[in-house]
């Protein structure tokens, strides 16, 4: 079989691998699709290198098909199709016994912290691997897992009906953030530079705002009556974002961090106090946030196929990691694992 292999900063390469045989508790997948994260692109350039064990595989937003189960597993079966919900816990720490698996002090991130899914084949626990129906369209069944990311920050948050929210950041976590959040009955307004994603988002019916030309400060006010958002969540990971998050709540509004700052940034403790705001961390999902995101998918009504604007083979993974970072007229990129341009 092919893998696509981290080697090094800036260094990927098609390797040829055996597929691996299962153990009890494990599963091989075929994997149809898989998306690029902004995490791969991290590891593309170099920034994750404590965490990888070259030449490794990487990425984790995949799904596939069934190919051979281990002896232990018996919610699975040759043929199926599948998702993968990509963690591997302990079981035995602290958060762990306190049902928090997802938050693991030991917790494996599958594609890496082990191989990953930009390849043919791809042995894994069995636990990680989630059926979906026979009729869901794979690619649309690659996108579950950063659906899964965005209802886990709209739990966080506690997102109900009637609810103003504000999104920093229209990438594809932000966008599915505010589809979901406005499929819940929210009144939902993304702040994002990129045109082309503006574009999209008023093609779904949600409001926009521009922080280059915009004050997303006072629109937000404008458009609650002077009251604020009652969530904010925060998906830039840039400083200047989360400058805004702080002033765009309502009091006792609530911000979801979900963008990872690598540096820590300054933030106003004052309007926390002066209107008691509340700050929540997200960090990727529970179980329950992906079975949510499968059926979420399966109702169809989101448009997740539209979040998708290229489909590359499995050895041009880096010209789509290359497409992403050009920016302009993208939102989501997949890699077919079973086609090859060679």
Not at 115 to 139: C, H, I, S
Request: glycine share 8%; charged share 25%.
């Amino acid at each position: 079989m092919k893998a696509a292999c981290y080697i090094e900063k800036e260094r990927i390469e098609i390797k040829d691998r055996e597929p691996v045989a299962p153990a009890a508790d494990e599963v091989r997948v075929k994997v149809s699709y898989c998306g690029i994260c902004g995490t791969d692109m991290h590891i593309y350039h170099g920034a994750m290198d404590k965490r990888l064990t070259p030449p490794q595989s990487i990425g984790h937003e995949a799904s596939g098909v069934v190919d051979t189960v281990g002896s232990d597993v018996t919610h699975l079966k040759p043929g199926q199709k599948v998702v993968v919900m990509p963690l591997d816990w302990c079981g035995e720490c602290p958060s762990c016994r306190d049902g928090l698996t997802h938050i693991c002090h030991k917790l494996k991130f599958l594609g890496i912290d082990t191989e990953g899914a930009f390849q043919n084949y791809w042995t894994l626990p069995a636990r990680a691997v989630l059926p979906v129906p026979d009729d869901m369209d794979l690619k649309t069944a690659a996108l579950i897992e950063p659906l899964a990311v965005a209802l886990h920050d709209l739990r966080r948050g506690a997102v109900k009906r009637g609810d103003f929210v504000a999104v920093i950041g229209g990438g594809p976590i932000g966008a599915l953030i505010a589809l979901a959040a406005k499929e819940r009955g929210a009144r939902v307004v993304v702040s994002e530079l990129n045109e082309h994603r503006l574009a999209m988002f008023a093609e779904f019916g949600i409001e926009t705002l521009n922080p280059s030309r915009d004050d997303v400060v006072a629109a937000v006010k404008s458009m609650t009556g002077g009251r604020g958002a009652d969530v904010v969540f925060e998906v830039s990971a840039h400083p200047a974002g989360l400058e805004t998050a702080v002033k765009l709540p309502c009091n006792r509004g609530k911000i979801v961090v979900v963008g990872i700052f690598s540096q820590p940034p300054q933030i106003s403790l004052f309007d926390f106090f002066w209107r008691e705001l509340e700050l929540y961390g997200a960090r990727v999902y529970e179980k329950e946030d992906y079975l949510e995101a499968i059926d979420l998918a399966c109702k169809k009504v989101l448009p997740l196929d539209k979040l998708i604007s290229a489909v590359y083979p499995l050895d041009k993974l880096v010209d789509g990691i290359q497409k992403l970072q050009e920016g302009g007229k993208v939102m989501k990129v997949l890699i077919d694992c079973q086609e090859e341009n060679n």
